[in-house]
């Protein structure tokens, strides 16, 4: 399945929608039309498959949105002596994360990096294709919007590996110089902004098939600072959402962990500009901080908690980070959480290893202080957003659940709930709009 290219109507041709970037001017609020897409599903000749989307909402408005990452594929592609098998570290909860996502039916969903795994899998076409054929009877539906993980990172697929997840993706665009389009993009909905990284950028892990730590040369970190600093003095914008792979925080042992890198370039700008919420995925569980603020003086800089109430939250306080890595994959990671709660970092590399090709981690244990909810029960999951603009001068809220999911039919239970809240219209100077 190939869909129409991103940001054009497909009934208009030719005309481009635009984006409404921080600051830009806002229609009324009026509900968001739905329009009726003809996507062409192989081989060619098939009957063209008809899916209703829904626009972003103009101006403040409810809505639901849903996350999830490192799902891979339910497919068995690989032949062996003995069948079939997958060959993605994907499993048949790959397709029921799916069709939970469309119990929920969001108006989007992101997708928090490893997406199907192609870099290990034999045939990478035929993975990719899989994972499109799987997730398809959502995509038509409503926006599958993705940041690229370790595992997009391709070998000699293009100059910094992500050749295949810039083709298969026709993402807004950020200005970014034509070899680095759609690594990091942003959105707005109603009046929330997404901003979409990718941190193998920033990250010290060497997790792709190629090592590209730096491979922007501080463009995506110039970028994401105007573009926090643009979001924050919008008055129309009420919640900074960031959607990203690897994890600043994790309490799972023996795992990838988290990574200071991301700590020491990002982190700070995330406070600077009072993002809200930060969604990840990479290790394979759900858990969530305490909002955080500022770092403690150590090696690992250490995330500081301002607050510890789990139900309640106040953003303005400090981000929440959420791990959402149970998409599907299988090796998941919810078995592995230390007890009591601590972390493992990674604090550099050390000399690539002749036998692997790889550059190991060198880690750091810390205590985990910032922890506020982990998820030991259950492998497979995903989150749900639900916004609420709330009233002109009062809180603007959202009511955060993550699900578990179990069989074909993507059967739900609530695991956590809690509820973000800040004032309406408080950015930028703003008086409560």
Known sequence: MRPHRAGRDPHLPGRRLRDRGPGAPRPADRPAPRHRLRLRRRPRRATPELGTVRTAPRGRSAFTFTSFGDQGTPTLGKKTANGYANDNLGSPAAGDTTAGVER????????????????????????????????????????????????????????????????????PNSGSDEELHGLWYSFTAGSVRVIS??????????????????YSGGAQQRWLERE????????????IVVCMHQVVISTADK??????????????LFDRYGVDLVVCGHEHHYERSHPIRGQQPTDTRTPIPVATGTQTIDTTKGTVHMVIGGGGTSAPSNQLFFDPP?????????????????????????DAPWSAFRDADNPYGFASFDVHPGD??????????????????????????????????????????
């Open 104 to 171: 929920i039916a969001p108006l989007f969903h992101l997708l928090n990096g490893d997406l199907c795994y192609a870099n290990i899998a034999t045939d990478r076409i035929r993975t990719w294709s899989d994972w499109f054929e799987n997730n398809t009877r959502s995509a038509r539906h409503r926006p599958w919007m993705p940041a690229a993980g370790n595992h997009e990172n391709e070998k000699g697929n293009g100059p910094i590996g992500y050749g295949a997840y810039q083709a298969y993706f026709d993402l």
């Open 197 to 214: 990284l990718n941190n193998d950028d920033v990250a010290y892990q060497d997790g792709g098939n190629s090592y590209v730590h730096g």
């Open 228 to 239: 926090l600093a643009a979001a924050n003095a919008d008055p129309e914008i009420d919640w």
């Open 255 to 268: 795992f990838n962990g988290a990574d200071l890198g991301i700590r020491e370039a990002w982190v700070p």
């Open 342 to 366: 601590k972390a493992r970092v990674i604090t550099g590399v050390g000399a690539v290893d002749p036998a692997t090709g790889k550059r190991p981690p060198v880690y750091v244990i810390e």
């Open 392 to 433: 002109r001068g009062g809180q603007t809220t959202i009511d955060v659940t993550y699900y578990s999911v179990s069989g074909p039919y993507g059967d739900l239970v609530p695991v956590d709930r809690f509820t973000l809240t800040r004032p309406r219209g408080a950015r930028g100077g703003g008086r409560g709009r």
